[in-house]
């Protein structure tokens, strides 16, 4: 399944490009807007039908950008000082904004044909309707999110101000979940075989994420609980 193939070889990217992400991040970013514009490029000139339904899994339909902002989630839920943690932790902020300039072209190339359909008055199905307003909700906290990603804003922003902020990602995990749900579930009815996969495979990774995310809170909690109710330490003489 493309959902899973562009997980995995996101998180090989992120391993074997670890070093030269946190280096040279410009570069990474520059790149991910020549592959995000190539894509428009691609979608509004046209190009060879093979690389043109590549194009259409990893970008049209937001997997490659969902594959990066699903392994900066998932960075969260680890213990604090576990390997994978301490490895990966210092390049999440660089992820985060690469996952995040593939996702903005998507938004924007799936708006505008919402906006024909909503502004026109175009006949269009309840589900791609509401799919419409969730996109909306969508982008506005991907644009806050990016934004605010940058190092060079977030040293000018207050620490704590910053945290609420990046908690945004929550609701914005919980909305484009409900988005890919939107568009998924009814083809799924339908029979369509992989569509239903692609619901089931979401599905399991949003939960997984979830379930882990509320462990890890409940883990630190009861942590920080026990540090505050340690007996103190009598020295006799």
Not at 39 to 49: M, Q
Not at 201 to 220: E, G, K, M, Q, S
């Amino acid at each position: 399944m493309a959902f899973i193939g562009s997980l995995t070889g996101v998180i090989l990217f992120s391993v074997v490009f670890r070093v030269p992400l946190k280096r040279f991040p410009s570069l990474f970013y520059v790149i991910a807007l020549f592959v995000s514009l190539f894509y428009l490029f691609a979608y509004y000139i046209g190009i060879s039908p093979t690389l043109n339904s590549y194009f259409n899994i990893v970008m049209q339909k937001g997997t490659l950008a969902m594959s990066f902002l699903l392994v900066v989630m998932f960075m969260g839920v680890f213990r604090e000082g576990s390997r994978i943690r301490r490895y990966l932790m210092p390049i999440r902020g660089e992820l985060s904004i690469v996952g995040s300039l593939l996702a903005i072209v998507h938004v924007v190339r799936r708006l505008t044909n919402y906006l024909v359909i909503v502004l026109y008055g175009a006949p269009a199905e309840v589900h791609i309707v509401a799919a419409f307003w969730v996109s909306l909700i969508v982008f506005a906290l991907l644009i806050i999110l990016t934004v605010t990603s940058f190092n060079i804003i977030g040293k000018r922003m207050r620490a704590m101000t910053w945290k609420r902020i990046q908690r945004l990602a929550y609701p914005f995990m919980f909305f484009t979940y409900l988005h890919i749900l939107l568009f998924l579930i009814p083809p799924a009815l339908l029979g369509g075989t992989t569509a239903l996969v692609s619901v089931i495979a979401y599905t399991a990774v949003f939960f997984a994420y979830a379930a882990l995310r509320i462990r890890a809170h409940l883990v630190r909690n009861k942590a920080r609980q026990e540090s505050f109710n340690l007996d103190p330490v009598v020295i006799e003489a």
